[in-house]
């Protein structure tokens, strides 16, 4: 299993993100495509700030888990230039991708 982080920048300099468009369409569009492909799992999150009051890192961030590293890269290969294509309807910037591997402890 991994997890795939896709972080949106944030910061004092955080460009316009539309939450609504991303939430209404843009995911929808994710699960629709992958849940076939070994996405098990979605979730989003919206950053409400840090510890010491300054502006988050990342304004927006998903937790896409799949059930192994070849599924996301197979999902990729065949949806992603849809899905990555569709960004710029909610974001001008530059999503920071992540893969993880879930620890247990």
Do not use: C
């Amino acid at each position: 299993m991994i997890l795939v982080s896709v972080m949106y920048p944030g910061g004092a300099d955080a460009l316009p993100f539309d939450l609504d468009y991303y939430l209404k369409h843009h995911m929808p569009l994710v699960r629709e495509r992958w849940t076939s492909m070994g996405l098990e799992k979605v979730e989003v999150v919206k950053a409400s700030g840090t510890p010491d009051g300054s502006p988050a890192p990342f304004q927006v961030m998903a937790l896409l888990t799949f059930r192994s590293l070849d599924d996301f890269q197979k999902a990729g290969a065949a949806h992603g230039k849809e899905i990555f294509g569709d960004i710029p309807n909610f974001f001008k910037g530059q999503p920071v991708v992540q893969i993880n591997e879930p620890q247990s402890f």
